[in-house]
C-alpha cells in the first residue's frame, strides 16, 4: 500500500501486520488478506483451479472485446444478437440509457485498462492507437454528464495511469507522450459548462460540441439531476486536476460535493435520490445506497483514500452512521424517506445496491457486508442473475439484467478481507453462469428476462471495464498482474488511478471550497481501520460463522416485507400489519386499521406505510394479471440454444408453463399472414409455422396453422423496428370467442427478434427453434446435437403425434388437458394463486439440490413468477372482449384515491419541514 504523503491510510494506529499482510487500497485501506490455512468451511482452492479460472475469464473477455472490436467498432457498443455496432440515432431510442453514447467508441475507451490488468500489454497499445487517431470528442450529440465522466473520463484517465506505468518500466508504450490525457483534458472542458448553474451541481445532460443552452444544444432545460450524477465527479476531476495542473476540474467537482453535503437532510443525515440544481430542494425524498445515490457516497470515503481531505472522511462517516441506522436491514438495505427515516420508502431493492458490501469493506466493516452479499448471492443462485430489482421476500421485481459488476465487485473485495475461499466459489458460479446464460456467438448478450433466461441486443461497455476486472482479479496472484495494483484506487467504473496523485498538485485542493477544514476526532475512524486481529479473531471460520445463520433466508424465510421486524420484537409489541396480509374480515386487522392515523406517531406511520404499501400492493396485483413473457429460442446450427429471444405469449393456446417445451424446425407459411386456409401445408405439417401480424385475429391465424398440421405458431410483428428492447411486453388476446380449440402454443416476436429467425433461415434454411416459458439449458450436448433429434427423442414432436388436438403434452399431476387450459380460470389468477399454479420451472427447481428442503409452499411462494412492470395486453385489431383483468381492484380504488389524497397531504406537510 502507498501510504506517502496526503494519502491517508489507516486511521488507526493498530499495527496490521502478521499473518495478515495488507492490501491496498484497491481492495480497502484497511483491508487484509490471509493467509492461514483454512481448517474447515469452503475447501481451499488450489493454484492450479484458480489459474484455471483466470484462463477462463481471459478467454471469456477475448470473446466480448474480440467481438466488439470485430463487429461494432468504431460504434459506442455491440449488439451482440444481431453482431453489429450500435450507433446512436441509427436505433430506436431506448431513452435514458443512450445517453451514455456519445459516438466516442465508448466500448474502447472503457476497456483500455482492462488490457493491462488482464495481461494484455500488446493489445492494449493498439487501443491507445486507434483511441488517438479514431475517436472524436466533438460530436454533435447530447450525452449523460455522470457517464461521460465515469466511463469515457475515467477510462482515459486510467488509460493514461497505465500508459505512464508501462513506459516507466521501459517496454511498451515508450511512443506515448501523454496524449490520452490530452484528450481528456479536451473532454474534461467540454463538460466544464455543465456546471454553470447557481448551486454548482452540474446539468445532468451535455451536448459535446454545444454544450448547455445554446438552442443547437437541445439541452439545458432540465431542472433536476439524481445524487450520484452530482457527486461522482471528484475521482476523475481531481486527478485531471492533479495530472494536469489545471487546477478547475477539481475545484468545480468540490463545489458541487460541498452543496450536497449542505443539502443534506439536518436530522437524519440523508439524502434525496434527487434535487433541483437551481433552488438545491430535494425531488425525490426517498433515500438508499443503490441506484440514483451509490456512488456519492462510494466517492466520499474513495475521494478521502485518494485526496487524503478529511473533511471527505468525516462526511462520508455521518452519511454511513445515518445509513446503517436507518437503511441497513441486516441483510436487507432498503430506502427510506429522509424526512421519516423510520418509515420504508419500498418494498424492493435495486441491484445496483450490490456495490455496497465492497464499499462497506472499504470501510472496515465487515458483518454487514458479508451478510448483504449472502443474500444477493442467495437471489442470484434462484434466478442465475440478480435481477434488476427484487422484493423484500425476493421475488423478482424488474426482471432484466443488463450484465451489471457490482456483485462481483463486492466478491472480489469480500475475498481480499477474508481470505474465505467461499467468495472463491462465488466467483467460478459467476463465470459459469455468464458462459451459461449469457454467452452468443457473437459477444454476450445482458439478460431480458431472468426468468424466462431470453436475451437483450446489449453488451454495456461496463461490462468490460468492470466485470472482467474483477473476475480476473479475484483469481490473480500478485505475480499474475504487471503491476503493484495496490498503488491503484478503483473509480466507480473500475478504471485505475494511481495513488501517488495524493502528493501531486496538492496546493489546489483548498482553494475555492465552501468546506472547511475539519480535525477529526477519534469517533470518525471508528470502524475505518479496524484491526484484523480483532475483526477474525483467529478465527478463520469468522465469514463464515456470520452466513451460516443467513444460509437460507431466501429460499426458507420468505420474508414478508422486513420492516423494523427487529425493533418491535426487541420491545415486545406486536409487528405493524402489513398491507399484504391484511384481511377485511379480520376484527383485529380493522381495529388497528381505525388506529392508524390517530393516536401516536408511530401509529401515523404505519398507516401512511400501509396506505402506500396497498397502492403498490394493488399495481402489483393488476400487473401480475398479465401473463409472464416466454423464450424462443434457436436451437440449431450454429446458435445451438444461445441465443434466446424474448416472445409475448398468448392468452390461448397450449399454456408453455404448464407443459414441456415445444421444439421444432421452423417455416413460413403461404400466406405470410396465414388468415386463410394455408396454401402450403406439407411445408408446416410437424413444424413451427411463421406468421406475419396483421389482417386478422391472432386466433384465427392459430387455427388455420394447426389444421395445415403445425405443432405450434410464432407471429411476428409487421410493424418494421419494432423491438423487446424498446416496446413493452406484447400479449396476444383470443377473439372473443371460445378458444379452447387451439392446441398448439402460439407466441409473439417484435420484428427485430422475428427477422432474426428470418435472417438465420436465409443463412441456414433449417432453423429449429425451441418455445418455453424459460430457456433450456444450453449445455454442450446441445452443440453435439448439430443433427436434427430423431424421432425417438422425447422431445421431438412428429406430425402424426401432433394432428391437431393429440399433440403430446406434460401435465401438470390430475390435471385434465381442459383444466390447464388457461381459458378454464373463470377469474383472473391471484398473484399467490399465480405463484404455486407456474412456480418454478422443474429445472430450477433442480438446479441446486440444496437449495429445495424446505416446504414445497413455501419454495413456491418465494420462487417468483412475478411480473415485469411493463407488460401490455392488447387484441389485434380491436379491443379484447374476453379479458376481465384486473375486475377485482375494482372496489379498492376509491379508497386507494383518498388515500392518495392522504399521501399527498403528508408530502406537503414534509415540504414544511424542509
Ligand atoms: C457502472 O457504470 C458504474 O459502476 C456505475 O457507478 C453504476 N453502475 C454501472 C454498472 O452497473
Redesign the pocket.
Known sequence: MSEAGGGRGCGSPVPQRAPWSLVATTAALCLVTATSVWTAGAAPMSREERQKLGNQVLEMFDHAYGNYMEHAYPADELMPLTCRGRVRGQEPSRGDVDD?LGKFSLTLIDSLDTLVVLNKTKEFEDAVRKVLTDVNLDNDVVVSVF?TN??VLGGLLGGHSLAIMLKEKGEYMQWYNDELLQMAKQLGYKLLPAFNTTSGLPYPRINLKFGIRKPEARTGTETDTCT?CAG?LILEFAALSRFTGATIFEEYARKALDFLWEKRQRSSNLVGVTINIHTGDWVRKDSGVGAGI??YY?YLLKAYVLLGDDSFLERFNTHYDAIMRYISQPPLLLDVHIHKPMLNARTWMD??LA?FPGLQVLKGDIRPAIETHEMLYQVIKKHNFLPEAFTTDFRVHWAQH?L???FA?STYFLYKATGDPYYLEVGKTLIENLNKYARVPCGFAAMKDVRTGSHEDRM???FL??MFKYLYLLFADKEDIIFDIEDYIFT???HLLPLWLSTTNQSISKKNTTSEYVELDDSNFDWTCPNTQILFPNDPLYAQSIREPLKNVVDKSCPRGIIRVEESFRSGAKPPLRARDFMATNPEHLEILKKMGAASSVDAEDGLRFMQEMIELSSQQQKEQQLPPRAVQIVSHPFFGRVVLTAGPAQFGLDLSKHKETRGFVASSKPYNGCSELTNPEAVMGKIALIQRGQCMFAEKARNIQNAGAIGGIVIDDNEGSSSDTAPLFQMAGDGKDTDDIKIPMLFLFSKEGSIILDAIREYEEVEVLLSDKAKDRDPEMENEEQPFSENDSQYQSAEQLAPGSQEVDLVDGESPEENSPNSHPEPLSPAATDNAAGASPSEQNSDPTENQGPAGLDGECTDLDNQVQEQSETEEDSSPNVSWGKKAQPIDSILADWNEDIEAFEMMEKGEL
Open positions: 451514455a457517464e465515469i466511463r450520484a461522482t451509490d456512488s462510494e441491484a445496483l456495490f443488463p451489471r459488476p457490482e465487485e454495456d461497455s461496463f471495464a468492470e466507480t467504473e473500475a
